[in-house]
């Protein structure tokens, strides 16, 4: 057939349609022909014009105007009456994983932990969104480190990138104020959702995270922001509806990759909200950036050393109280290690039974604080352990309980196990320092203070945190914060290996090392280091008897390292 009769065809079927009854189809029908159409088009287009990579296309946001409908007072109402029993069913399968189970039991509770687990992001996201949408959520004007909240970010991002085919760059301009006034905690909201949406678009390949200075004039500077990736981009056509609140790219994104379509929309709000402008250039195929434009002021030498919040005098029984915690939220485990700092205690931090267990055996403590509910030992079975040490100074050590809920039979039960006293979250720091005040004798904390410093001193041979200090340019509060962030790559690490273990997967080991090789490496872990070389060297061989061996051996160490951390970080 030549072009003639292909014209001739076309024009036959273009006449055709004229008399075509198009009101009898039926959805299906409809579609059936919307679809041949297409493919006959592209098929067409393909071979007259070859395969043209599509442009890359940039789109720019404006800013919203429409004024919040009450639907999103509702959204927020709802989103909280489904939070709280899902906050049971949450609790509920952390019960049920302390308990012994078969095979496929533990299947089905690692289902129901995803989908719960995934479920509870959902939610979370659609408060946020309706918080921000509503206005009712207020933004703050503190002092914040741009480069640290920036190397924040970045580490908490490697965090997600679980395959070594992606790699996370990122690029400070050296002109960058360090300090600024804002919302630190709005600006790392926007910059984890777009790097966490190029972690989750990217299989290989690079992702950029750039912060440009802009202008800067009469103490306030405009700071870009770049995200770009090079993962699978998005079609030209769906650029502006992504940024629409239950929205995705295409039909199958949440098939493939989840997500519920509302990071965008809390990402354009908060923009929105901040005076700054979004913009995103993508193709199908070509990867995508997104830049961000946001204003801030310089914060001036009085905003930073001006303390926001009055300082009230701490009793003199806290003051070098040595407090260990047994805590397993990320948020809280924060927020307590900063509160009991404040009081000039000096506080330890564990979700680990087992590990806080063992610091126990080695220092002699003022104080428990307990989470009752965490993933491995609760904190009943913890108190029990401690009530039933042959040593004293263990067995009699006050024991405070953190909870949210107690029931009546978890009252019995802290009784029974020897739980001194409890407090319910959300508690009132006040009513936490007199708690703990009434409970620490000052006496005995004199004397134990001795003999911890001797142990103390050992320590800087098995950890140095000076490196990542300096990386954190003297910021202790970052510090801490990426010193946890270590803590549960280890965990992670643990709990990977043994699953690799289980599965027989060498390599799924080897890829495990590697991915806490450089965290190692910055806290000159050396111990765990090489331990971890024998690893790497036995996953290569798939030396499964080896890599038992240095599997146990790196178990045995890890508590001394997280200890000798913990003691390094109170140092500085
Ligand atoms: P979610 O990621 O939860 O689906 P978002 O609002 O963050 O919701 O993103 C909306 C959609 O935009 C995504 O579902 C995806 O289709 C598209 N998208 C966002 N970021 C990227 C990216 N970096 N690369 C490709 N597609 C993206």
């Known amino acids: 057939m030549d ?26 029908e409809a579609n059936r022909l919307k679809k041949s159409f297409e493919s006959f088009k592209n098929g067409l287009e393909e071979k007259v014009f070859g395969m043209p990579k599509p442009e890359p296309v940039e789109v720019s946001l404006k800013k919203t105007t429409t004024k919040p409908p009450e639907e ?59 918080k921000l949408a509503s206005g009712h959520d207020t933004f703050e004007k503190v002092p914040f480190n741009l480069k640290n909240l920036i190397t924040e970010v970045a580490f908490l ?17 050296k002109n960058l104020p360090e300090q600024l006034l804002g ?8 910059l984890l959702n777009l790097v966490g949406n190029a972690v989750k678009f990217v299989e290989k390949g690079k992702i950029n ?11 306030k500077v405009y700071i870009e922001f770049i995200v770009a990736d090079t993962g699978i981009g998005i079609a030209n056509n769906k650029l502006q509806r992504i940024f629409e609140s239950y929205r995705q790219a295409e039909d199958d994104t949440q098939l493939k990759y989840g997500g519920s379509g509302l990071g965008l929309s809390i990402v354009k709000e908060i923009v929105d909200r901040m005076d700054g402008l979004i913009a995103v250039k993508s193709a199908l195929g070509a990867g995508s950036t997104f830049k961000v434009t946001l204003p801030f002021e310089k914060a001036r030498q009085q905003d930073i050393t001006s303390p926001r919040r009055p300082i009230k005098s701490v009793p003199r029984s806290l003051k070098h109280a040595k407090i260990l915690v047994f805590e397993d939220n990320v948020l809280n485990q924060q927020l307590m290690e900063n509160r009991l700092k404040s009081w000039g205690c000096q506080p330890f931090v564990t979700e680990n039974g087992l590990y806080g267990l063992q610091l126990l055996e080695n220092h002699e403590f003022d104080l428990v604080l307990m989470d009752l509910r965490m993933p491995k030992m609760s904190g009943f079975q913890i108190t029990e352990c401690i009530r039933q040490n042959k040593q004293d100074h ?3 050590v006050p024991v405070i309980a953190l909870t949210a809920d107690l029931s009546i039979t978890d009252r019995e039960h802290c009784k029974k196990v020897g739980i001194t006293n409890y407090i319910l979250k959300p508690y009132n720091a ?19 203070r001795e003999i911890s410093q001797i142990t103390f001193d050992q320590t800087s041979s098995i950890v140095n945190l000076n490196l990542l200090y300096e990386e954190c340019m003297g910021e202790k509060d970052t510090l801490a914060e990426l010193v946890q962030l270590f803590k549960r790559n280890m965990y992670e690490f643990i709990g990977n290996v043994r699953m690799h273990l ?69 140092k500085l």
């Open 430 to 448: 006040d009513e936490l320092q007199r708690m703990m005040q009434e409970l620490i004798s000052e006496s005995e904390k004199e004397n134990k």
């Open 72 to 130: 999103h007072t509702m959204i927020a109402k709802v989103s909280h009456e489904i939070r709280t029993p899902l906050n049971g069913i949450v609790g509920f399968i952390d019960l049920l994983k302390e308990t012994t189970l078969g095979p496929k039991q533990q299947e089905l509770v690692n289902a129901l932990d995803t989908a719960s687990g995934n479920l509870m992001n959902i939610i979370n996201e659609l408060l946020e969104f309706s």
């Open 502 to 570: 289980t599965n027989n997967d060498s390599r799924g080991i080897g890829f495990a090392v590697h991915k806490i090789k450089s965290s190692l490496k910055m806290l000159e872990a050396k111990s765990l280091a090489q331990i971890c070389g024998k690893l790497a060297e036995a996953s290569e061989s798939a030396a499964y008897e080896a890599l038992e061996k240095y599997y146990k051996q790196f178990l045995n160490e890890y508590p001394k390292v997280e200890e000798a951390i913990d003691i390094e970080l109170n």
């Open 3 to 28: 072009t003639r009769e292909l014209l001739m065809h076309l024009s036959k079927l273009e006449n055709g349609l004229d008399t075509y009854s198009f009101t009898e189809l039926n959805t299906k």
């Open 209 to 219: 995270l750039e912060a440009i200075l802009k202008s800067d004039q009469q103490g």
């Open 157 to 173: 991002c490697e965090t997600l990138i679980t395959d070594s085919k992606v790699e996370l760059c990122v690029h400070l301009d």
């Open 394 to 396: 263990i067995r009699n």
């Open 183 to 190: 919302d630190p905690s709005k600006l790392s909201q926007i």
